[in-house]
């Protein structure tokens, strides 16, 4: 009966820890597919919809190749179920190809914000190079946006509301405001609660930072740790990314790159290196697709979502699978 009990016992043990093993597998499963990577996905109230922004990392994807006429979506439940929606109930757009300006003027399918570090250990002839470089940025990014310009160095000299004027934008990043200290904490959180005090209306809300220090002035945010526990959780809870860029060997890397790990950390030792920086988040910007995507209940209900394509068979293919929660 002992050896009986002490087998029993033993099996229960073996039991709990295999499936303790493959819940933990399941859980923490990666994509199958590389073609795409989620960058924003969360349930729009308003619409009834859920949005999400995928970058195409493949090539066959890239430069708006996707063919959205032969794309669809199947939703994975929790609970197993699988609900196709096809290809005329999605609206599916590629950023790289909004230029139109009658579109562009109807249309918002993102809205972000600058925050520029305008301390004084910019010397001038760096924060020329800055306010050039910005200005291509916006002279070359897609229409369907809104941005804000924050400028700041001991506090904040400069903030725009959100415009799709490109002259508004250009003439706040290169007027004159005063130079200082370095209240970069404090300059990002009021960024970021810029983003989410508007409603969800848009699919895609980040902010692009750049600085070239520690913090050493802010006021609201003086705490490194925080600060950085703070922003996290308000990123991670509103969808919103932050792309930051450092510059110098001043800057705060290890902080940085905790924030923005739901978005992107570059980081470049001298500013007339910033400018391959911004064209990488242009390009980043111009190889992503928008989907609005019919919602089918409760966005915690649900588990997988697949981006698809029909073959000339009549098969279905899996172009990407994106990882709800």
Do not use: W
């Not at 959205?68 to 609900?83: A, M, P, S």
């Not at 950023?95 to 300006?101: A, Q, R, S």
């Not at 725009?160 to 130079?179: C, E, R, S, W």
């Not at 790159?257 to 400018?275: L, Q």
């Amino acid at each position: 009966m002992k050896m009986n009990f002490i087998r029993k016992a033993i099996f229960i043990s073996i039991f709990m820890i295999v499936c303790s093993i493959v819940i933990s597998a399941q859980t923490s499963r990666k994509p199958i597919y590389m073609n795409m990577q989620k960058l924003v996905l969360y349930y729009s109230s308003s619409t009834s919809e859920y949005y999400l922004a995928v970058v195409a990392s493949d090539n066959a994807y890239r430069g708006c190749n996707l063919d959205t006429f032969n794309t669809h979506v199947i939703l994975e439940t929790k609970d197993g179920r699988k609900v196709t929606v096809d290809n005329e109930d999605l609206k599916i757009s590629c950023l790289g190809n909004m230029y139109n300006k009658v579109i562009g003027q109807k249309t918002t399918l993102f809205r972000f914000n600058f925050i520029i570090d305008n301390s004084g250990s910019i010397d001038p002839k760096s924060l020329k190079f800055v306010q050039d470089t910005l200005t291509r940025f916006i002279q070359n990014i897609p229409l369907v946006f809104e941005a804000q310009v924050i400028r700041f160095s001991d506090k904040i000299h400069e903030k725009t509301g959100f415009t799709k004027d490109q002259k508004t934008l250009i003439n706040a990043i290169t007027k004159p405001v005063p130079a200082g200290s370095t209240a970069l904490f404090d300059a990002i959180a009021l960024g970021v609660q810029e983003l989410t005090a508007l409603k969800e209306d848009v699919p895609l809300r980040f902010s692009i930072i750049l600085t070239d220090g520690k913090d050493n002035a802010s006021q609201k945010n003086p705490d490194p740790g925080t600060f950085k526990a703070k922003i996290i959780s308000k990123c991670r809870d509103n969808v919103i990314p932050l792309f930051i860029i450092g510059v110098t060997a001043d800057v705060d890397q290890q902080t940085m790159e905790a924030i923005s790990k739901f978005g992107m950390y570059i980081h470049k030792d001298n500013f007339p290196d910033i400018d391959e920086a911004f064209k990488l988040i242009l390009d980043q910007i111009k190889n992503t697709y928008i989907f609005k995507i019919p919602a089918i209940g409760n966005f915690s209900d649900l588990k997988t979502i697949y981006i698809t394509r029909k073959t000339a068979a009549g098969n279905t293919d899996t172009i990407q699978d994106i990882i709800v929660h």
